[in-house]
Nanobody, 125 residues
Framework: QVQLVESGGGLVQAGDSLRLSCTSS????????LAWFRRAPGKERERVAS???????SYLDSVKGRFTISRDNDKKTVYLQMNSLKPDDSAVYYC???????????????????WGQGTQVTVSS
């Protein structure tokens, strides 16, 4: 199975942009559905964006129009472009993968079984 390593987090000001990357090793990257999750202190983990094997995407309502998830199977990397960042976007961001033969979107968060270590994003006001 794949192993995941996130990068690209940091401290930025409100309105700035960041691009998170999640690079995999091992396994067959293209055979995974992928997602970005985040967890802020004192809050539940939430799925920010996901992308199926076929490239279908979905987003948390609060990030629609600001965040874009994409994947490059040749580079074995999934990205999260985050624009117009807000202080409420501050969290540890995790990428996750689900090995699957299906190309349809993954409906349940619990189906993602492979996780990276996370990268901190802090947005100051």
């Amino acid at each position: 199975q794949v192993q995941l390593v996130e990068s690209g987090g940091g401290l930025v000001q409100a309105g700035d942009s960041l691009r998170l990357s999640c690079t995999s090793s091992g396994g067959t990257f293209s055979r995974n559905a992928l997602a970005w999750f985040r967890r802020a202190p004192g809050k539940e983990r939430e799925r920010v964006a996901s992308i199926s094997r076929a490239g279908s995407t979905s987003y948390l309502d609060s990030v629609k129009g600001r965040f874009t998830i994409s994947r490059d199977n040749d580079k074995k990397t999934v990205y999260l472009q985050m624009n117009s960042l807000k202080p409420d976007d501050s969290a540890v961001y995790y990428c996750a993968a689900k090995p699957t033969i299906l190309t349809a979107p993954i409906p349940s968060d619990s189906e993602y079984t492979i996780w990276g270590q996370g990268t901190q994003v802090t947005v100051s006001s």
